[in-house]
């Protein structure tokens, strides 16, 4: 799963907690893991899973690294790019992205090659017009060693997995040395790692209310928007696009003024016209003769001039989008 986050307006030293907390808020699981990739003014593209599946999954195959930390195998292939989409070909499945001013907006996973309406959704969910699916980029078999979004002078926040077998007797030998270590610790060392631990997290926690809200806030308009994509998935007929043009079409006299437009189904529409000398009979003929519209009726509204004209909008009219 992939958020975005803006930590340009959050000190150094608190951008990562403020990506912990974007984390936190979003997932749909408490045990949500990430990696990040940086930008130089401080925004983040972060790509977050559940540890419980993880664990699972490496179960299932059969894996045992219960100390092991893991980073998206995202952050290790391709390339940066200024902006444009792309769709990799990764270890298992291909991943679709789209890239604005540098940085990763968009991220999506999909089993195989997505069908032209699942890309299409992807694009249109991130302001972009809709175009094919580009062919699948192959990555190279061995990933680099460093993340191309990570920022300079910081440590990888995890270890690939296609690594941890060669890995494994050093990674012994090294646990061994650190329990050794941290045997010898003083007491007060050991306690004030655990202070440290616990301000770190309480600073999570005590970001500015204002940052609070703009989170919330995106996570709304993300429900919004998933919202509308979805009815406007199970939305039949002309689109509102193509049902204003041909009204417009159906009234080309300029005494004539749109007073009111009222849309109360899907299929019905109702306008309120203002007209001194409109023939309701002759708007009735015109608009029956249209593709659009049928059941054309028509009141007169006292000696106002206004008609209201109500027609069923036809569902068998392809949109002009």
């Known amino acids: 799963m992939f958020i975005t986050v803006d930590g340009s307006n959050a000190p150094e030293k608190h951008r990562d907690a403020l990506v912990s907390l974007a984390v936190r808020r979003a997932a749909p699981f408490s045990d949500a893991d990430f990696g990040v990739a940086w930008q130089a003014d401080g925004r983040a593209s972060a790509w977050y899973w559940s540890r419980s599946r993880i664990a699972d999954l490496l179960a299932e195959r059969r894996i045992s690294a219960p100390r092991i930390q893991f980073a998206p195998e995202a952050l290790y292939a391709g390339e940066p790019r200024s902006d444009g989409t792309e769709l990799l070909t990764m270890h298992e499945g291909v991943e679709g992205r789209v890239w604005r001013n540098g940085a990763v907006v968009g991220s999506r996973w999909w089993p195989a090659e997505p069908a032209p309406k699942d890309w299409h959704t992807f694009l249109r969910s991130h302001g972009l017009s809709a175009n094919d699916p580009p062919a699948a980029t192959p990555t190279v078999d061995i990933l680099p060693r460093r993340p191309w979004g990570g920022r300079p002078g910081r440590m990888e926040r995890g270890v690939r997995l296609s690594t941890v077998d060669a890995y494994r007797p050093a990674a012994a030998l090294g646990l061994a040395a650190v329990i050794l270590l941290v045997a010898s610790f003083q007491t007060g ?7 440290e631990a ?28 998933a919202e509308l994509e979805r009815l406007l998935d199970l939305r039949q007929g002309p689109s509102v696009l193509t049902v204003m043009a041909e ?14 437009w009222n849309q109360p189904t899907p299929d019905q529409l109702e306008l309120t016209l203002s007209a001194a000398d409109a023939d309701p009979q002759q708007i009735v003929e015109t608009w029956e003769a249209s593709t659009v519209f049928d059941n054309v009726t028509t009141d007169v509204v006292g000696r106002s001039g206004e008609i209201i004209v109500r027609a069923r909008i036809a569902a068998d009219v392809e949109s002009g989008e």
């Not at 060392?189 to 202070?195: G, L, Q, T, Y």
């Not at 005494?255 to 009111?260: A, G, K, V, W």
């Open 247 to 260: 009204v417009g079409r159906l009234l080309p006299r300029r005494d004539i003024q749109l007073r009111h």
């Open 198 to 225: 616990w301000q770190s997290a309480r600073a999570a926690e005590d970001l500015d209310e204002p940052l609070k809200r703009i989170l919330n806030a995106r996570e709304t308009a993300d429900r919004n928007v």
């Open 189 to 195: 060392s050991i306690v004030r790692s655990h202070v």
